[in-house]
């Protein structure tokens, strides 16, 4: 992808660092603790996919980290550094300025995203022209070029429409196109392919993969699909509850699920989910409302595991996986602590916050 834009592309250390990620929202029917304690990091060129079911909790944390929930009702506590400046502390100023060309975001609604009054080509160029310092004419060839990159037919008659006189396919890859015109360091997306069909959605895969390659940006994946997941992450985190429940390789993750939750979503416990293709399997049972949380294991009221005695009292920290072949950089290579593996600078750790996985830390 050509590079119009001057957004800040840092070369080294991790795009994003959540630490400690809360977000309690105020509702009618009390306090939400919607999102628990999460941390993930991101790197330069690395994919995240987060999975898990509706209500988890997975779009509330990520429109935390950028400043979009409700002020009066939303709480956010924790620490969500992109290239080192912490998301969460920002004047509402700088958010604006870094949203822009630093993170793309992509949420399931397009219409959320798109401005109703203003044409297709308008609202690309806006981005280009504010961000990259790009004469008109050389903007509107490049939103021509974006849009056809995402696969909209007639890009050059395209340009000139407005938001209502797309179908909802159409507005979603146009908002994926102004997430992606400014090459940003760090992408969100939130479900961001679901609604498009299978030829489209891999078009546009490809060219995240490419911005990946030319600009190491960082994405977050938020999907149900574990086609997607199996062919665009590098490391998968399995939200429930508003917490990690289980992250790691996405090899780790989907071949050797450790959580009794991750197993039942990837249809590998039969007692406990039917594998329904390439989605996520569906779990007997609804998660708990983030109104009133189980006390114990979050997973306890709908696990068929349950084989610790602190399982229905103590949550479970996220601890390595034992038997996974990562072991912390800094200790010592003692036989019998497992193999490791050398990933460079980075090591990936495969956790499970459950007292009872097969073959857990615990
Ligand atoms: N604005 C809001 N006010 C109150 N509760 C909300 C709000 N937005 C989301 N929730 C609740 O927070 C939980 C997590 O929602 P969400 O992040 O949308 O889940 P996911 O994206 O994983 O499906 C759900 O129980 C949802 O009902
Ligand atoms: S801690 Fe207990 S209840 Fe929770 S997932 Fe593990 S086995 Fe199930
Ligand atoms: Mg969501």
Redesign the pocket.
Known sequence: MTSLSKAPQPAAGPVLEVEDLRVR?R?PRGT?H?VNGLGYSVGPGETVAVV?E????????VLALLGLL?PR?ATVSGRALLHGEDLLTMSPERLRQVRGPGVGMVFQDPMTSLNPVLSVGRQLTEGLRAHGHVSKAAARARAVELLGEVGLPDPGRAVDRFPHELSGGMRQRVVIAIALANSPSLLIADEATTALDVTVQAQILDLVERLQTEHGTGVVWITHDLGVVAGIADRVLV?YGGRCVEDGTVDDVLERPAHPYTRGLLGALPDLAADDGGDLATIAGTPP??TDLPAGCVFWPRCPVRGDARCETEQPPLAPVKGSHYRDKGTSGVPGEGQYRDEGTSGVPHRAATWCAEGSGS
Do not use: D, E, F
């Open positions: 929202l509702t939400a919607v898990g509706s209500g988890s909790g997975k779009s509330v944390s409700p009702t939200m409302p983030p």
